[in-house]
């Protein structure tokens, strides 16, 4: 071993979230591990920044809210996170009114209901669909920190109606057997379109896996807001991990893996690492690249991301207060039909004619992101993130300005006044410009299409990676992040069962 090569038990290529957890896991029970990370922090798409220059807003700049992440990790790990509810959970505009749908449903969600459908009947739907959902990810959630279960015993839990409309058939299809109002229709369906292009009667079933992830955090499938942003999150999971003895090195790019049946070497500019496993946080295909492998097909994500500050909230047609309708989600051009119809003209290459996406403020929940030069003011933050984009469609600054026009329009139809005069600072990110910024492939925020969090009929795990949903095809090369089994979102989940499937592989007498 020459002087320039090092010797580690562990190495994490990529330092997003969940490298963070899986290396605070392993650091605790003795193992030395390091993180190699080619951006100048952690993180990945999970910081917070100060997006506007010479305008003090520190925003969440990719990831957003926290969804997934389970309450026993938060625990587990001595995280001091404060994660908010938020009073509403969205809020749909149309022609003369909007469709008001609280956290905690009660006598304005009902009121509104009736005055768009013009009886209860949908409503009883909703909450009918939703007791089913409830019941799905009440036997899912309490299993996503443990080996993978069989597709057999969660289904066992569960009523075969409920199963099939989200597990069988493509979602659509219960959507539109359930429901009659086209608006309604698309409040459902939004869940399975976050970070997913796909029809909603997409016979792969992309959307359901989708919606599923969506609504199986915690049990509950709330999204919450992190108090100083995502930053905070990613703060949290960097002190732990240099507490437990993590060595985390950023502007450190790798350029190869090569893996073996008992170890591997990690070498990148300046430095050769040998170690005992190697953990993956970046995308599949960026690891098919640096191990050598021939490169699945290269993933390509749909949303546009657009950051905003502005003086004020503006007024709304409808009237609702503000507050209330942007405490939560807004829903732009997300009837079912609005949906189907942005879809198909993205699939045959061209930008759709009209935005389909979501609005949330962040700062109606926390105004720690605000400096003292907006703290007192009232000034908020919007982040909207818009569907059914692809990379393709938005292959150039000319297109993303269109996007950003056409998000614009979108949201002057439901306002009392135009947005812009009100706009104090403004950036947008398509696809191309998140992998530019974060090397993640096609900017696809799930490293690729989600997965179904069990095993199928059939399938038997041979090792602890398999078992974990965590494996690459190495031996001693697994999956930590998005692109595992269980990948996807802000949770943690990836990171912390690739910890453990590494120390249930430890022979017994190696263990620390």
Same mark, same amino acid.
């Given at each position: 071993?020459?002087?320039?090569?090092?010797?580690?038990?562990?190495?994490?290529? &990529?330092?997003?979230?969940?490298?963070?957890?899986?290396?605070?896991?392993?650091?605790?029970?003795?193992?030395?591990?390091?993180?190699?990370?080619?951006?100048?922090?952690?993180?990945?798409?999970?910081?917070?920044?100060?997006?506007?220059?010479?305008?003090?807003?520190?925003?969440?700049?990719?990831?957003?809210?926290?969804?997934?992440?389970?309450?026993? @990790?938060?625990?587990?790990?001595?995280?001091?996170?404060?994660?908010?509810?938020?009073?509403?959970?969205?809020?749909?505009?149309?022609?003369? &009114?909007?469709?008001?749908?609280?956290?905690?449903?009660?006598?304005?969600?009902?009121?509104?209901?009736?005055?768009?459908?013009?009886?209860?009947?949908? %409503?009883?739907?909703?909450?009918?669909?939703?007791?089913?959902?409830?019941?799905?990810?009440?036997?899912? !959630?309490?299993?996503?920190?443990?080996?993978? /279960?069989?597709?057999? =015993?969660?289904?066992?839990?569960?009523?075969?109606? +409920?199963?099939?409309?989200?597990?069988? =058939?493509? @979602?659509?299809?219960?959507?539109?057997?359930?429901?009659?109002?086209?608006?309604?229709?698309?409040?459902?369906?939004?869940? !399975?379109?976050?970070?997913?292009?796909?029809?909603?009667?997409? *016979?792969?079933?992309?959307?359901?896996?989708?919606?599923?992830?969506?609504?199986?955090?915690?049990?509950?499938?709330?999204? #919450?807001?992190?108090?100083?942003?995502?930053?905070?999150?990613?703060?949290?999971?960097?002190?732990?991990?240099?507490?437990?003895?993590?060595?985390? #090195?950023?502007?450190?790019?790798?350029?190869?893996?090569?893996?073996?049946?008992?170890?591997?070497?990690?070498?990148?500019?300046?430095?050769?690492?040998?170690?005992?496993?190697?953990?993956?946080?970046?995308? *599949?295909?960026?690891?098919?690249?640096?191990?050598?492998?021939?490169?699945?097909?290269?993933?390509?994500?749909?949303?546009?991301?657009?950051?905003?500050?502005?003086?004020? @909230?503006?007024?709304?047609?409808?009237?609702?207060?503000?507050?209330?309708?942007?405490?939560?989600?807004?829903?732009?051009?997300?009837?079912?039909?609005?949906?189907? $119809?942005?879809?198909?003209?993205?699939?045959?290459?061209?930008?759709?004619?009209?935005?389909?996406?979501?609005?949330?403020?962040? $700062?109606?929940?926390?105004?720690?992101? @605000?400096?003292?030069?907006?703290?007192? $003011?009232?000034?908020?933050? %919007?982040?909207?993130?818009?569907?059914?984009? /692809?990379?393709?469609?938005? *292959?150039?600054?000319?297109?993303?300005?269109?996007?950003?026009?056409?998000?614009?329009? !979108?949201?002057?139809?439901? %306002?009392?006044?135009? +947005?812009? /005069?009100?706009?104090?600072?403004? =950036?947008?990110? $398509? /696809?191309?410009?998140?992998?530019?910024?974060?090397?993640?492939?096609?900017?696809? +925020?799930?490293?690729?299409?989600?997965?179904?969090?069990?095993?199928?009929?059939?399938?038997?795990?041979?090792?602890? !990676?398999?078992?974990?949903?965590?494996?690459?095809?190495?031996?001693?090369?697994?999956?930590?992040?998005?692109?595992?089994?269980?990948?996807?979102?802000?949770?943690?989940?990836?990171?912390?069962?690739?910890?453990?499937?590494?120390?249930?592989?430890?022979?017994?007498?190696?263990?620390?």
């Amino acid at each position: 071993m020459d002087a320039a090569t090092e010797k580690r038990d562990v190495v994490i290529v &990529g330092g997003g979230h969940n490298a963070l957890v899986a290396a605070t896991y392993l650091a605790r029970n003795g193992l030395t591990v390091t993180i190699l990370e080619r951006l100048p922090h952690v993180g990945g798409a999970a910081i917070s920044a100060p997006v506007f220059d010479g305008l003090d807003a520190h925003l969440s700049r990719y990831s957003y809210l926290v969804s997934l992440m389970p309450e026993e @990790l938060i625990t587990r790990l001595g995280l001091e996170l404060e994660l908010r509810s938020r009073d509403t959970a969205s809020y749909s505009p149309y022609d003369g &009114g909007g469709l008001l749908i609280e956290t905690a449903e009660g006598a304005a969600t009902e009121e509104s209901f009736r005055v768009l459908t013009g009886s209860d009947t949908e %409503l009883v739907a909703w909450r009918r669909f939703y007791a089913e959902v409830a019941t799905v990810a009440a036997a899912i !959630a309490p299993t996503l920190l443990s080996p993978l /279960p069989h597709i057999g =015993e969660l289904r066992d839990q569960v009523e075969m109606a +409920i199963w099939t409309d989200l597990i069988d =058939e493509p @979602l659509g299809t219960a959507i539109e057997r359930r429901f009659t109002h086209d608006l309604v229709r698309g409040v459902v369906s939004t869940d !399975a379109l976050i970070g997913t292009f796909a029809s909603l009667h997409d *016979p792969t079933l992309i959307q359901n896996r989708c919606f599923l992830y969506h609504l199986i955090g915690n049990g509950t499938g709330e999204w #919450r807001v992190p108090v100083g942003g995502m930053g905070a999150v990613t703060g949290e999971l960097e002190r732990v991990a240099r507490e437990a003895g993590v060595q985390i #090195r950023t502007n450190c790019e790798v350029d190869g893996i090569d893996a073996r049946d008992t170890d591997a070497t990690v070498c990148g500019d300046g430095f050769v690492i040998e170690t005992d496993w190697v953990l993956s946080g970046v995308a *599949p295909y960026v690891l098919a690249r640096l191990l050598g492998d021939p490169a699945p097909p290269k993933p390509s994500g749909s949303q546009f991301k657009i950051n905003l500050l502005v003086s004020r @909230l503006p007024r709304l047609r409808s009237g609702i207060d503000p507050a209330i309708a942007f405490a939560g989600t807004l829903h732009l051009g997300e009837a079912m039909s609005e949906l189907e $119809t942005a879809w198909a003209q993205a699939a045959a290459g061209a930008l759709p004619d009209r935005a389909a996406g979501e609005l949330y403020c962040h $700062t109606l929940t926390d105004r720690s992101i @605000l400096g003292p030069g907006l703290a007192d $003011t009232p000034a908020q933050t %919007l982040t909207y993130f818009g569907l059914h984009t /692809p990379y393709d469609v938005l *292959p150039d600054e000319i297109a993303a300005e269109q996007a950003y026009a056409q998000f614009l329009a !979108a949201l002057d139809e439901h %306002l009392a006044e135009p +947005i812009e /005069p009100l706009i104090l600072g403004v =950036e947008h990110r $398509t /696809p191309a410009q998140i992998e530019e910024s974060l090397g993640m492939p096609g900017g696809h +925020i799930f490293h690729g299409d989600l997965q179904w969090p069990w095993l199928e009929e059939g399938e038997r795990p041979h090792d602890a !990676a398999e078992r974990w949903g965590v494996s690459t095809g190495h031996r001693r090369v697994l999956m930590c992040g998005s692109g595992a089994r269980r990948g996807g979102a802000v949770s943690g989940i990836a990171g912390h069962n690739a910890a453990h499937a590494i120390l249930e592989a430890l022979p017994i007498m190696e263990r620390p």
